[in-house]
């Protein structure tokens, strides 16, 4: 939690990016000092201030171009910075696998999930990490079933050490991923019943567990009812952290794997609208995260497991692989913010924004649109059906 010389010593030598660490003598300085400093300087400086840190007692202010954190920007070449994952892409992206009937005339979705641990990725500009993956990014693929379906998922281990795949939920003692060690070049097939309807973890289970959650193996597995939720624009996201001087404890919270990059690229929604967020708490080290609407209020259903909130919030704080369903609509359009109400976690990247719009009234008066969303990364409007989009694992 703290932040240490080492990670200091990166952010001052990345001078590309323009970052400057201001530690005053008795270890940090009253924001207000710096905030009136800062009015005073050269004109200059004085058109992109930007303070963060402080709020918590014993943390420096850091002191920035605005720039700090946001990997996806692309390069001098134009490409794209190789983040862990693109975070807009993830937030709505569903994976339903492979359809066919089983024998007895089920639904059978097959999916693939491959690990892996030789990955070198930007968490923050200048500050590499080596993440272990579920597919190539962290977190990983979300998979999602509808209960009484089976799932299969054909695991292998492209890694360097043992990994597993333990789902949470009901299953059979042999399919939980825990016992059964998959050694590098291994395969294992884990197949079940989804079951009961909610929103769970997945994650490695080989010792030692710490490690092989905080580098990044894990994601989400959504079992929808039988009888589905009311149409939403749905979405993902996963609290989680990175310890990149292995002090075990973090430098960076994100949510969805990029520090602060919903707040570079805020997710569009409409006024009136019905958003359900899928909320998972991966977080590694830190015992609590949370997560706070902004202006609003949501609906809460813990792990997904019921039809009917417990509760009317706008803050839910969570253990680490707790995790539940948010359900609101924003009442007025402009910027909202989101973010962990632990403000050390806020300030070291977990926080975000909505951009709510005013929304096209035709799609918001045909029913059979209901499944329409706003595809900001395309600039598109995009839709989805739960059997054939969100892609094949
Ligand atoms: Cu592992």
Same mark, same amino acid.
């Given at each position: 939690?703290?932040?240490?010389?080492?990670?200091?010593?990166?952010?001052?030598?990345?001078?590309?990016?323009?970052?400057?660490?201001?530690?005053?003598?008795?270890?940090?300085?009253?924001?207000?000092?710096?905030?009136?400093?800062?009015?005073?300087?050269?004109?200059?400086?004085?058109?992109?201030?930007?303070?963060?840190?402080?709020?918590?007692?014993? *943390?420096? /202010?850091? =002191?920035?171009? !605005?720039?700090?954190?946001? %990997?996806?920007?692309?390069?001098?070449? $134009? &490409?794209? #910075?190789?983040?862990?994952?693109?975070?807009?892409?993830?937030?709505?992206?569903?994976?339903?696998?492979?359809?066919?009937?089983?024998?007895?005339?089920?639904?059978?979705?097959?999916?693939?999930?491959?690990?892996?641990?030789?990955?070198?990725?930007?968490?923050?500009?200048?500050?590499? *990490?080596? /993440?272990? =993956?579920?597919? !190539?990014?962290?977190?990983? %693929?979300?998979?999602?079933?509808?209960? $009484? &379906?089976? #799932?299969?998922?054909?695991?292998?281990?492209?890694?360097?050490?043992?990994?597993?795949?333990?789902?949470?939920?009901?299953?059979?003692?042999?399919?939980?991923?825990?016992?059964?060690?998959?050694?590098?070049?291994?395969?294992?097939?884990?197949?079940?019943?989804?079951?009961?309807?909610?929103?769970?973890?997945?994650?490695?289970?080989?010792?030692?567990?710490?490690?092989?959650?905080?580098?990044?193996?894990?994601?989400?597995?959504?079992?929808?009812?039988?009888?589905?939720?009311?149409?939403?624009?749905?979405?993902?996201?996963?609290?989680?952290?990175?310890?990149?001087?292995?002090?075990?404890?973090?430098?960076?919270?994100?949510?969805?794997?990029?520090?602060?990059?919903?707040?570079?690229?805020?997710?569009?929604?409409?006024?009136?609208?019905?958003?359900?967020?899928?909320?998972?708490?991966?977080?590694?080290?830190?015992?609590?995260?949370?997560?706070?609407?902004?202006?609003?209020?949501?609906?809460?259903?813990?792990?997904?497991?019921?039809?009917?909130?417990?509760?009317?919030?706008?803050?839910?704080?969570?253990?680490?692989?707790?995790?539940?369903?948010?359900?609101?609509?924003?009442?007025?359009?402009?910027?909202?913010?989101?973010?962990?109400?632990?403000?050390?976690?806020?300030?070291?990247?977990?926080?975000?924004?909505?951009?709510?719009?005013?929304?096209?009234?035709?799609?918001?008066?045909?029913?059979?649109?209901?499944?329409?969303?706003?595809?900001?990364?395309?600039?598109?409007?995009?839709?989805?059906?739960?059997?054939?989009?969100?892609?094949?694992?």
């Amino acid at each position: 939690m703290r932040i240490s010389p080492m990670l200091i010593g990166v952010a001052i030598i990345s001078t590309a990016v323009a970052v400057i660490i201001t530690i005053g003598a008795g270890g940090y300085k009253n924001i207000n000092s710096v905030l009136n400093a800062s009015q005073t300087s050269d004109p200059d400086k004085e058109s992109n201030p930007k303070v963060v840190g402080s709020h918590t007692p014993g *943390y420096p /202010i850091a =002191t920035t171009s !605005g720039n700090i954190l946001d %990997p996806l920007q692309t390069t001098e070449d $134009g &490409d794209p #910075v190789d983040a862990v994952v693109d975070p807009m892409k993830y937030l709505r992206e569903f994976n339903y696998g492979k359809v066919s009937r089983s024998q007895d005339g089920k639904t059978l979705r097959e999916f693939t999930i491959i690990a892996s641990d030789n990955l070198v990725k930007e968490i923050s500009p200048g500050v590499f *990490y080596n /993440i272990w =993956t579920f597919n !190539g990014t962290v977190p990983g %693929p979300t998979i999602r079933a509808t209960e $009484g &379906d089976i #799932v299969r998922i054909n695991f292998i281990n492209n890694g360097s050490m043992p990994h597993s795949l333990h789902l949470h939920g009901i299953h059979p003692a042999n399919m939980d991923g825990v016992f059964e060690m998959i050694s590098p070049g291994g395969e294992f097939t884990y197949e079940f019943t989804a079951e009961p309807f909610g929103v769970f973890p997945y994650h490695c289970h080989m010792t030692p567990l710490e490690e092989h959650i905080a580098h990044g193996l894990y994601g989400v597995f959504i079992v929808d009812p039988k009888a589905p939720r009311p149409p939403a624009d749905e979405m993902v996201m996963v609290m989680n952290g990175y310890d990149t001087d292995f002090d075990a404890e973090n430098n960076f919270y994100t949510v969805n794997g990029v520090p602060y990059y919903y707040m570079h690229h805020p997710v569009q929604i409409q006024k009136d609208r019905l958003v359900r967020i899928y909320l998972v708490n991966m977080l590694e080290f830190d015992p609590l995260n949370n997560f706070h609407l902004h202006a609003n209020m949501f609906d809460y259903y813990p792990s997904g497991t019921r039809l009917q909130p417990d509760e009317l919030t706008d803050i839910v704080t969570t253990n680490q692989g707790e995790r539940g369903i948010l359900e609101f609509k924003y009442k007025y359009p402009g910027k909202f913010m989101f973010h962990a109400h632990k403000t050390e976690f806020a300030e070291k990247g977990w926080m975000g924004t909505f951009l709510v719009t005013e929304g096209n009234e035709s799609q918001k008066s045909n029913p059979a649109n209901s499944g329409i969303f706003y595809d900001s990364l395309n600039n598109t409007i995009a839709g989805k059906s739960p059997v054939n989009s969100g892609g094949q694992l």
